[in-house]
T-cell receptor, first 110, second 114 residues
């Protein structure tokens, strides 16, 4: 079993839709949870960073962490074609190593 | 603020050849990471430096991969000899001090081994 599981998609939605992206994990020691966005032929860029359980909102993006279920989500409201990218979840325990999910490819159609 | 720089951007080699990648992190960042990202997968950490010391190289195939970070700034990652399965994007990232800090990624080097 992988430490972090993420559906690779692709996920295709119309412009303006609410997008839900999810990851599950098995290591209960994970404390830091991140979402990265990766455009084609670019390096990942950090979108959201949360510590422990709860919600965090930043503009059109909301990150949720449910440690009891070992489940994290990223919601994108009013999705735009410019949101088309691969979204990577990532997590780490109190140490240095970050474990990434495989990424979900998202396509937002105009 | 300049981002993480990597070169070359693309490299095509034949199996059993050697190749080297270069990374210049963001100025002042003590921690430098090399990741391997195979098509359709997330980045996998190969090696992590704190200044010029190695923090974690548990997933680095040491029989063929080597990395160094002389003077705690620039870093090079070398593969010798390359195998077909080394075809991937090699990403360099840096962070201020490692633990709990945001990682900033470079654009990556796309390697194709024929």
């Amino acid at each position: 079993q992988k430490e972090v599981e993420q559906d690779p998609g692709p996920l295709s939605v119309p412009e303006g839709a609410i997008v839900s992206l999810n990851c599950t994990y098995s290591n209960s020691a994970f404390q830091y949870f991140m979402w990265y966005r990766q455009y084609s032929r670019k390096g990942p860029e950090l979108l959201m960073y949360t510590y422990s359980s709860g919600n965090k909102e930043d503009g059109r993006f909301t990150a949720q962490v449910d440690k009891s279920s070992k489940y994290i989500s990223l919601f994108i409201r009013d999705s735009q074609p410019s949101d088309s990218a691969t979204y990577l979840c990532a997590m780490k325990d109190g140490g240095f190593k970050t474990i990434f999910g495989a990424g979900t490819r998202l396509f937002v159609k105009a | 603020e300049a981002g993480v720089a990597q070169s070359p951007r693309y490299k095509i080699i034949e199996k059993r050849q050697s190749v080297a990648f270069w990374c210049n992190p963001i100025s002042g960042h003590a921690t430098l990471y090399w990741y391997q990202q195979i098509l359709g997968q997330g980045p996998k950490l190969l090696i992590q430096f704190q200044n010029n010391g190695v923090v974690d190289d548990s997933q680095l195939p040491k029989d063929r991969f080597s990395a160094e970070r002389l003077k705690g700034v620039d870093s090079t990652l070398k593969i010798q000899p390359a195998k077909l399965e080394d075809s991937a994007v090699y990403l360099c990232a840096s962070s201020l001090n490692g633990a709990g800090e945001t990682q900033y990624f470079g654009p990556g080097t796309r390697l194709l081994v024929l």
